[in-house]
């Protein structure tokens, strides 16, 4: 089985990732088949790089993604793409969607002028 997932680069607390495919069985580190692109989480926003005609190429084939990886194909459109109209594909990948939480906008925070002051009563 081939698997896309995350190579881990960079230094000390100062992580830097490939994107790569590679066999399943190898280690987190081992022999990639392919580099697709780069995710540097360090960054403000988080910078993703990844080549989407061969990340498509290896969805078609078969090759299964890792949570993290189906993550940075749903921000840069990939998974969408790849998903289309076709229902199988929904279905392979509707487990994962409980594992990937949607992050809810931020709501206001309230202040104390906005919240109404209860009086005691004496």
């Known amino acids: 089985m081939v698997k896309i997932r995350l190579k881990r680069q960079g ?3 100062r992580p830097f990732y490939r994107i790569i495919v590679a066999k399943a069985e190898g280690g987190r580190n081992g022999a990639a088949i392919e580099t697709l692109g780069t995710y540097n989480p360090i960054a403000q926003p988080a910078e993703i790089k990844l080549n989407q005609e061969r990340a498509m190429h290896w969805l078609n084939v078969g090759a299964q993604p890792t949570e993290t990886v189906i993550y940075l194909l749903k921000k840069t459109g990939v998974l969408e793409q790849y998903i289309g109209d076709n229902p199988a594909r ?3 990948f509707k487990s994962l969607n ?15 002028e906005a919240a109404p002051k209860e009086e005691s009563a004496e």
């Open 11 to 13: 230094q000390t607390h």
């Open 98 to 112: 409980k594992a990937i939480p949607v992050m809810p906008e931020a709501a206001p925070v309230a202040t104390e």
């Open 90 to 92: 929904a279905k392979r």
